[in-house]
């Protein structure tokens, strides 16, 4: 499942993504949506876990608890619409 994590410090990395979801189930993977002209975190990223049910605990864990001085939105992911 892709789970959608709002409000992210502009500090944190992916690796540090990848380790706050980590302790829920396995993470295929975590990615924070960087700015192409300035290469600054935009404050949001996916996270795709291996199985739903570890998503949904993990949505239910994390969802208003601050990571690195903000409190997140975690959420299961909307499909991309077309442009």
């Known amino acids: 499942m892709r789970l959608y994590v709002g409000n992210?410090?502009?500090?944190?990395?992916?690796?540090?993504?990848?380790?706050?979801?980590a302790p829920?189930?396995?993470?295929?993977?975590?990615?924070?949506?960087?700015?192409?002209?300035?290469?600054?975190?935009?404050?949001?990223?996916?996270?795709?876990?291996?199985?739903?049910?570890?998503?949904q605990a993990a949505i239910e864990a994390l969802n208003g608890q601050p990571l690195a001085g903000r409190n997140l939105v975690v959420n299961k992911a909307r499909p991309r619409t077309a442009r």
């Open 24 to 55: 829920f189930g396995d993470v295929v993977s975590a990615n924070i949506v960087m700015d192409r002209e300035s290469n600054r975190s935009k404050g949001f990223g996916f996270v795709d876990m291996q199985d739903d049910t570890a998503a």
């Open 8 to 21: 992210l410090s502009y500090q944190l990395t992916d690796d540090g993504l990848n380790d706050a979801f």
